[in-house]
């Protein structure tokens, strides 16, 4: 405090600011109330300087140097309301650096939640700030007198500002006066301007997140914005005038749009086509809501707004600018951070070891702990030992010394000869036995541990566990099995509250060997025979007893304790602490371990000590209670951590009759945080006026392994004040220490825990490496010889190795030492005169880039950000994980109920600029979760590992989740550069010389004409069959139930083309060559009006028909291929006919624009006069459209030869004939789906199955039980039908092969598909229904594209598989190297290796059809293996676009381009699909070794990130891994973003969980930073009538702000 430092005020009114502040940071008086006090109480000390400047106060600290000692250890006094991780210097240097953020105007986009997510708070919440709600004031008010309001004004100017960026309009104040801005230059300047803000009152609370909407709500007219603010100019600031009036509260103002929006007006958007290809239809999401601006124009939405927010935020130079060095060919190297010449060093000489005093063994010391309590036992057996407390402070139990000899020696006795039998007692002398007591029960843990001490068996004392899924409970249970451990020593009480199963006998905790529970009670013992004692020795080597460990990845060790250390440790503890026999000492602690145990049970035994022991429900209950007990029993030393410090000072202005003055000491456990300075200072601070001695407080530090490693001895010399150190934290993270000079913030101010104990010797080392002594400005790890230390890791030999048996080496390599040491686990340095200063724990060390950080200098910055009110104090874990090879910092805090979503975000956007300024190191995830869900240590404290392990699984379930990886990842490798193209003649060249032969592969010949290939049309293949075959069956369609819906034969066929042929010419008037759209639903009438068209001379368009569920989607794009295929006609059944005159249809579209539609339910009964033949093979036979998976809508043109020779290649490839039957699941619209399902069986003769994909979402299992039932040996289906039959049947196979499903006939079941083959699909669908017969080589895939409609189609019937029965590997799959992908360069790597992809082959290349793999940009020729473009030249090849504009450019390169050179004379179709070609060692029929097509991904699909090529399926199926609830996955970007959208099965908490999940993967596999992370719900990712995801409709619902998301995150 600045202020109260340089006046001079007096005690009584510090107090009563200390008071203040803390009532202020407790939230009891508002902001207001507090300056008003405040100003009253110093306003008569206040000297009035012109311009004082108020932060000069802290400035006059000088370098720690051992001559200016005097002034080294100046106290600096502060306020009360500090705590544990507390000073105002450091609040003030949080301040500062804030307000240096904010000076770089950082603007962070807030994530935004669907309305269900946000707790429903009251309506408090969102109260504008200027109806005086009290909840904080606003600012000092005018005149106030006072150096503050400056200052104040500043604070709030700049968190003003901060809202005003982030486009929101609120001037509520967030920061306590107390908290200087560091003097800086923007206050001063802010001030004037503030002065003008903060008089205009602002609307409601504009809130800026997504949610979703059930009604539209009130709208807020934002007069002067028009676009998201964030310029720094204020002039019109105070004309942002309240719009909606108070009245309408009741649902919160929602503030959607930077526009003046009246009401939310649903719109569809126009379907306005550019010259390029025909547009795109939207979807629309469920109840989009499209914001307009006055005109009707649909506005830029709010996501565009935020994420150009975010790339603005992102165009920021990063700090570290990642380095430049060569790309080695395959490998994409990670940065890696090169130490920086100008960072600190060490300079200093190398320490010595620092020795504590010689243990001065005193006469009367007993030779071992036993034989103490023997001695006072039995001599002043009324002496009392152990006061126990209840719950209201009450003594319920004295424990005399006579009682705790007695009950130990009948525990002894029992658990040797009354456990087990005579002969075979359970129990020997040096088993290990649990001790299971609660934390208000130490009489019995007493009794119990000293009993095992008499019996000499080892105690191993553990936390009570309360329900069989504890945190760390089951580590507990490992670390009692590997002791060994079979019996567990409990109390009554504690026996009766453990959980029971259904017999009442205590179930086995997860993980927990097999124990016998033994009460330990005196009324359940057996009284030991007169005669029996036991046997009482000197201290030994033998264990004393084990205390548990846990570690930072949650493990738990058990630390073993020899006898002798048992004993030494007391006595070098009664020599430093001084104790006497009879003091009277508190003991707040945990009394199974660490300073508890030491000096509550143990030392105290020793030297006849009362001891009054707090239970920590006691502490919940009344905070005081130790100061109280203090005062009443006038005890002599407390023992007592920093937070039992500060919640002394909360609750203390409640006593008025407080006296310490009988304190000799008070012990502080976690003197070796470093952050317990403030507790102390500012307990000092409060209780100096009741008596308490400042020499009295006594910081001491310990480890599990180490016991007590150093302590401050209490003196009575009080002119020789403790010492303290003020650090720079910039030189502690480099490892070295430097005092830091005055104009710097980030400073770290330790006090030190006294010096080594004595018989100790004591030592710095370095932490990594081989243990080398440091310099004396080095920090290092802490190490100690003596016999008073752990000697070992129970059971865990190589551990104990590296912790107990340590020798520390001097510059020469030298060990200084003959005996070994052991790490204290604690970093820090011996200052000047032997003191011990602790900077942090090797548990709490995060390495960072190079740089050390400790979790307790974060979580203290973190909690210095005001205001406090919006996360609990305690209850903040700070941990890193590693992500690409790098730790990274996550901060996870818990939210209180009542604080906003916004202003939670204001304060996580705060605390990670805070971090930035005063740390310099970026935090990866800042996580806040609900009250109350943290995991919780036994006393209280947060269970990192297990929140660690909770946060890493994804099932923290925060509320808020805020990712900073562009700012953290400074590793990742560097962008490629594109290298200049090589010529074609060295590519040749390198080709011949390297072996290898360029890629090319073609199908078979089509061989000799058959006899119904010599007709050229398939409306003549149709007559002549109809003549030659009449009742042979063609065509047979399944209804859901399985039965024949209808069938066709070859004559009927022809009839009904007949007939509608004559309606075409009759009704329709169409002239030849006319274009005719069918629209009609998968079935019979479609293979009729196809044929009926080519009867006619008509050229047939097939459409899927409208939705009537969703017309409002689907009617759009009928319509649309209506108009750009010109079609003259629409040929449609009676039913849809309706649907397209329906009130819903002309809701969509424009009715009256619909050309002629004829329904053919009713057809002529005559026939046309003469069917038209067409007089030029290479005239339109049919157009085929379909929506690419980029959302583009593209028809081709098919000519009639095309047809043909498509239909003999299949014919030949699937070797087709009339006595065939081949089941077909595949929508009949387009590609080779359609021409499978109308096409072929008029071509080849056989009879087709159709069966309608969408009755499968009636029944499931239809597809296959046709397939058994007509003993079908050839099938198609899409990917979808298979992912309904792996989702839908997958439980279901047993009853399925009752029902008598056999597919050991099927042959092939081929996947019709445009995509790269997806192996997990085809391998769990084999998998699952080999059970059912499937023989596993059954299933492949099918490759078709719109240059080509199949290219690769049927599986292999080659020589070798036969000999290769079915335990060979696929012949058909490989591995290839995903980062050699990004590169386009193809890399076989072994199954399993990292960074491996498998990628199946395509299918077999069809008969007259030749592939080459070309280089994209340059149409060279590549070689084998290596990753092109595929190119196709093919008899069926489409001869071109179908378009309104006749785009020849585009026309001519995908149709017809030709090689730069080699073979430049042949016209290939460019597929626009990367992949390769490679030889394998497989021959076909023929004997020529098979060449297999490997696709890899669409051109179009490919994302060019950092210059390099990604598959958006790679990066979803590594995002479907991460999380059991993401059920699919699409990715896109958006302005070089890279936007993931999830969809989430499961509840909408687990929304967030996933955000760093996903960021993770993807970091770790694709090393790309994700932009936006969308969660949305089940459904919300468009797929196709192929069951490919539709990314570019995904994104325009993205951008057009429709998917209503469940959350959506923008990492920074």
Same mark, same amino acid.
């Given at each position: ?17 200390? #008071? ?104 408090? $919440? ?37 809202? $005003? ?41 504009? @809130? ?5 909407? =059930? ?219 649990? +001790? ?10 007493? !009794? ?261 490693? $150093? ?159 919006? !996360? ?11 992500? +690409? ?16 979503? #916004? ?15 005063? @740390? ?48 953290? !990842? ?28 360029? =890629? ?53 066929? &022809? ?21 005719? =759209? ?91 006069? +003469? ?119 997958? +439980? ?172 430049? @004379? ?56 991460? &999380? ?47 932009? !936006? ?19 570019? &409709? ?5 951008? $057009? ?7 959506? =995150?923008?990492?920074?």
């Amino acid at each position: 405090m600045a202020d109260r430092d340089t006046l001079p005020l007096p005690l009584e009114v510090r107090a009563r600011l200390a #008071e203040l502040e803390l009532e202020l940071s407790e939230g009891d008086i508002t902001q207001k109330g507090y300056e008003k006090k405040r100003s009253k109480l110093i306003g008569a000390y206040l000297p009035q300087p012109p311009g004082m400047e108020p932060s000069m106060g802290q400035e006059r600290r000088t370098p720690v140097t051992p001559s200016s000692s005097s002034r080294y250890h100046r106290r600096r006094s502060s306020g009360s309301r500090d705590e544990r991780y507390r000073s105002d210097v450091h609040t003030e240097a949080v301040q500062a650096a804030l307000a240096k953020h904010k000076e770089r105007k950082m603007a962070v986009p807030m994530p935004s939640k669907r309305r269900s997510l946000v707790v429903q708070t009251s309506m408090e $919440a969102y109260t504008p700030p200027d109806t005086s709600s009290g909840s904080e004031g606003e600012g000092s008010g005018p005149g106030n007198g006072t150096p503050t309001s400056s200052q104040e004004g500043s604070i709030n100017m700049e968190h003003w500002i901060s809202r $005003a960026i982030h486009g929101s309009t609120t001037s509520s104040t967030t920061s306590s006066s107390s908290t200087h801005s560091g003097g800086s230059g923007a206050a001063s300047r802010l001030a004037d301007v503030m002065a003008h803000a903060h008089l205009s009152k602002s609307g409601p609370i504009a @809130h800026l997140s997504l949610k979703r909407r =059930a009604k539209p709500g009130p709208r807020v007219e934002n007069g002067s914005s028009g676009g998201p603010r964030r310029s720094c100019e204020f002039g019109a600031e105070h004309g942002w005038q309240r719009a909606a009036s108070d009245e309408n509260h009741s649902a919160p103002p929602d503030v959607t749009g930077y526009t003046n929006t009246t009401d939310s007006i649903l719109m569809e958007r126009p379907q306005v086509s550019s010259n390029t290809v025909p547009n795109r239809p939207v979807p629309k999401y469920g109840n989009a809501e499209l914001m307009e601006t006055g005109d009707g124009v649909p506005v830029s939405s709010r996501v565009s707004a935020k994420i150009q927010q975010l790339v603005n935020t992102l165009k920021r130079p990063k700090r570290p600018p990642l380095r430049e060095f060569f790309v080695d060919d395959f490998e994409e190297l990670l940065e890696v951070q090169q130490p920086d010449p100008n960072l600190p060093k060490p300079e200093g000489a190398q320490m010595i070891s620092m020795r504590g005093d010689q243990l001065g063994v005193v006469t009367n010391w007993p030779p071992s702990l036993e034989a103490a309590l023997q001695r006072w036992g039995t001599i002043s057996p009324k002496a009392p030992c152990l006061t126990t407390m209840d719950t209201n402070g009450k003594p319920l139990y004295i424990l005399t010394y006579g009682k705790l000899w007695s009950r130990s020696m009948k525990v002894a006795y029992n658990l040797l000869h009354k456990l087990g039998s005579k002969q075979e007692p359970l129990l020997r002398p040096g088993d290990r036995v649990a +001790l299971v007591f609660p934390n208000n029960d130490p009489a019995a843990f007493m !009794v119990a541990f000293y009993g095992c001490l008499l019996a000499e068996v080892v105690p191993v004392p553990i936390e009570v566990p309360l329900t069989r899924k504890d945190a760390g409970s089951q580590q507990i249970g490992f670390l009692l099995g590997s002791c060994g451990v079979t019996v567990a020593l409990t109390s009554d009480a504690c026996h009766k509250g453990l959980p029971k199963g259904p017999t009442g006998e205590i179930p086995q905790f997860k993980g927990w060997p097999k124990l016998l529970w033994f009460v330990t009670e005196s009324k359940h013992l057996s009284k030991p025979p007169r005669d029996w004692f036991p046997h009482i020795k000197d201290a030994n080597n033998d264990t004393a007893y084990i205390e548990y460990k846990t570690c930072k990845d949650g493990s738990v060790l058990g630390v073993t304790v020899m006898r002798i250390a048992l004993l030494t440790h007391c006595q070098a503890l009664t020599q430093s602490c001084g104790y006497t026999e009879a003091e009277t000492i508190v003991n707040v602690l945990d009394f199974k371990k660490d300073v508890g145990l030491w000096h509550g049970i143990l030392t105290s035994v020793m030297n006849m000590m009362h001891v009054i022991s707090i239970p920590y429900s006691l502490m919940k209950v009344n905070p005081l209670s130790w100061i109280q007990k203090v005062c009443q029993y006038k005890a002599k030393v407390a023992c007592v951590k920093s937070r039992d410090m500060h919640w002394a000072l909360v609750a203390h202005r409640d006593q008025r009759d407080i006296n310490l003055c009988s304190l000799r000491m008070l012990v502080v456990a976690d003197g070796s945080n470093p952050w317990s300075i403030s507790s102390c200072d500012a307990f000092l601070n409060v209780f100096q006026s009741k008596g308490l001695k400042p020499e009295v407080i006594c910081p001491c530090a310990s480890s599990p392994e180490a016991l007590t490693v $150093a302590i401050r001895r209490p003196t009575d010399d009080s002119n020789q004040p403790p010492g303290r150190g003020v650090l720079s934290m910039q030189g502690l993270s480099h490892g070295v220490i430097r005092v830091d000079s005055e104009e710097k913030l980030s400073v770290l101010t330790v006090q030190d825990v006294g010096t080594v104990m004595p018989g100790a010797l004591m030592c710095v080392v370095r932490p990594e490496g081989v243990p080398q002594l440091c310099r004396t400005d080095e920090i290092g790890e802490m190490c100690v010889c003596s016999i008073a230390t752990g000697t070992s890791y129970y059971g865990l030999s190589g551990m104990t190795k590296n912790t107990f048996e340590v020798f520390p080496m001097n510059s020469t390599g030298a060990p200084i030492s003959e005996y070994p040491f052991t790490r204290t686990g604690l970093l820090g340095f011996v200052g000047p005169g032997g003191l011990a200063f602790i900077a942090g724990k090797m548990d709490g060390l995060m390495v960072v880039g190079g740089r050390r950080h400790n979790a307790d200098d974060i979580v203290a910055t973190a909690l210095a950000v005001e205001p406090m009110k919006f !996360v609990y104090r305690g209850r903040i874990a700070v941990f890193s994980i590693s992500v +690409l090879h790098d730790e990274r910092i996550v901060v996870v805090a818990e939210q209180r109920p009542d604080s906003t979503e #916004e202003d939670s975000f204001q304060w996580m956007s705060r605390v990670l600029q805070a971090i930035d300024g005063i @740390h310099q190191v970026g935090v990866y995830c800042l996580a806040l979760v609900p009250s109350n869900t943290l995991p919780k240590t036994p006393l209280g404290g947060i269970h990192l590992s297990e929140t660690k392990q909770l946060f890493l699984e994804g099932s923290l379930h925060p509320c808020n989740v805020l990712m900073c990886p562009h700012t953290c !990842v400074t590793n990742l490798p560097k962008p490629r550069q594109k290298q200049p193209e090589i010529g074609p003649a060295s590519v040749m060249v390198g080709n011949l010389v390297s072996g290898k032969r360029i =890629a090319q592969a073609s199908g078979r010949d089509l061989g000799q004409i058959e006899d119904n290939d010599q007709f050229l049309f398939l409306s003549e293949v149709l007559q002549w069959r109809a003549q030659t075959t009449p009742e042979h069956v063609l065509y047979t369609l399944l209804n859901s139930r399985g039965t024949i819906a209808s069938s066709l034969t070859c004559v009927q066929l &022809h009839k009904r083309a007949e007939k509608i042929a004559a309606m075409l010419a009759e009704r329709g008037h169409l002239q030849d060559g006319d274009h005719v =759209a069918l629209v009609y639903p998968p079935g019979i009438d479609l293979i009729a009006a196809f044929y009926g068209c080519l009867y006619a001379g008509c050229v047939p368009i097939t459409v899927r028909p409208p939705h009537p569920q969703n017309i409002a989607t689907t009617l759009p794009t009928v319509k649309m291929i209506v108009e750009v295929s010109r079609s003259a006609c629409v040929m449609t059944s009676q039913v849809i006919c309706k649907l397209l005159r329906s009130k819903e249809a002309s809701a969509a579209v424009d009715v009256r624009s619909w050309p002629p539609v004829l329904d053919t339910d009713d057809l002529p009964k005559k026939k046309p006069p +003469l069917l038209y033949k067409p007089s030029n093979p290479d005239t339109l036979a049919y157009l085929d459209f379909s929506v690419s998976t980029t959302g583009m809508l593209a028809g081709v043109k098919m000519s009639h030869t095309a047809t043909s020779a498509f239909c003999r290649s299949i014919k030949l490839q699937c070797e087709l004939y009339p006595s065939r039957e081949v089941a077909i699941c595949l929508d009949p619209y387009c590609g080779l789906g359609f021409v499978l399902w109308c096409l072929c069986s008029v071509y080849s003769g056989h009879q087709s199955i159709l069966i309608p994909p969408s009755e499968l979402e009636v029944n499931p299992a239809l597809w296959l039980l046709a397939v058994s039932q007509y003993k079908v040996r050839d099938t198609f289906c899409s990917y979808s039908v298979m992912e309904l039959c792996t989702k839908g049947l997958g +439980l279901q196979t047993e009853s399925l092969k009752s029902r008598g499903l056999d597919l050991s006939r099927v042959r092939t079941c081929v996947v019709v598909a445009e995509e790269r083959p997806r192996i997990a699909l085809t391998q769990s669908f084999s998998k699952l229904f080999k059970d059912l017969g499937l023989h596993p080589r059954a299933v492949s895939t099918s490759f078709g594209c719109r240059v080509n409609l199949a290219i690769c189609l049927q599986p292999h019937r080659l020589g070798k598989l036969a000999d290769q029965g079915t335990s060979g590997p696929d012949p058909t799959t490989v591995f290839v190297d995903m980062r050699a992908l990004r590169h386009d360069r193809v890399r076989l790597v072994e199954r399993g290796s990292p960074h491996s992809l498998p990628l199946m082959e395509s299918g077999k290349i069809l008969p007259g059809v030749r592939i080459i793999i070309a280089n994209p940009e340059t149409k060279g020729p590549l070689g084998d293996s290596h990753l092109g473009e595929i190119w196709v030249h093919s008899g069926h090849n489409a001869s071109g676009y179908f378009t309104v504009y006749g785009d020849e450019a585009l026309q001519s390169d995908h149709f017809n381009s030709r090689l730069s050179f080699g073979d430049t @004379h042949s016209l290939w179709a460019r597929t626009g699909y990367l992949g390769f070609l490679r030889r394998t060692e497989l021959t076909d029929a023929s004997g020529e070794r098979h060449d297999a097509l490997y696709v890899v991904g669409a051109l179009d699909e490919a994302m060019e990130l950092r210059g390099m090529r990604y598959h958006p399926i790679d990066i979803e199926t590594s995002v479907i891994r991460t &999380h059991k609830s993401i059920t699919e996955c699409a990715v896109f970007t958006w302005t070089n973003l890279l936007v993931v959208v999830v969809e989430l099965d499961g509840s909408e908490q687990e929304a967030l969980d996933l955000v760093p999940l996903i960021t993770n993967v993807v970091l770790e596999e694709h090393y790309l930073i994700v932009g !936006v992370v969308v969660v949305v719900d089940i459904g919300v990712i468009p797929i196709n009538s192929r069951g490919e995801k539709q990314r570019m &409709h995904l994104r325009d619902g993205f951008l $057009a702000d429709q998917l209503d998301p469940i959350y959506v =995150a923008y990492n920074m």
